[in-house]
């Protein structure tokens, strides 16, 4: 039902967005049904984080982007939204470039090891 309801999203033409609801480990289960070309070709964005980067990863391996974003269950549900966060978004999905500033306190030189 899920995985249907996915292919469903990606089909419908009055689609433009497909948002996840939420995240956990739930999706890698449904890997071996997901049709990822039909995702590929459809021309929608797609939207998640958590365990939905399985997505970003199967859209990623045929030369299509998505976008690691808010989950409808998690960041639109909660008592106390993240504004910054919600405008984000909308600013990102809503216009051809976007730019994210903040300030930081932090001074010292950034160490990368690995």
């Known amino acids: 039902q899920r995985v249907a309801q996915i292919h469903a999203a990606a089909s419908d033409p009055d689609v433009n967005i497909v948002l996840a609801l ?3 480990y ?3 289960r449904l890997l071996p049904a997901i049709d990822f070309e039909l995702l590929a070709q459809s021309g ?3 939207v998640g984080y958590s365990d939905f980067t399985l997505v970003h990863q199967g ?3 045929r030369g299509r982007c998505s976008l690691a ?3 409808l269950c998690d960041d639109y549900t909660r008592e106390q939204q993240s504004v910054y966060t919600l405008d984000q978004f909308i600013h990102c999905i809503s216009s051809d470039r976007h ?3 903040f300030d930081t306190a932090y ?3 950034l160490q990368v090891s690995g």
Do not use: H, N, W
């Open 22 to 24: 939420r995240g956990s």
């Open 26 to 28: 739930g999706l890698s």
């Open 44 to 46: 929608k964005l797609f």
């Open 59 to 61: 859209l990623l391996q």
């Open 69 to 71: 974003g808010p989950m």
């Open 99 to 101: 730019r994210v500033e």
């Open 107 to 109: 001074s010292g030189d």
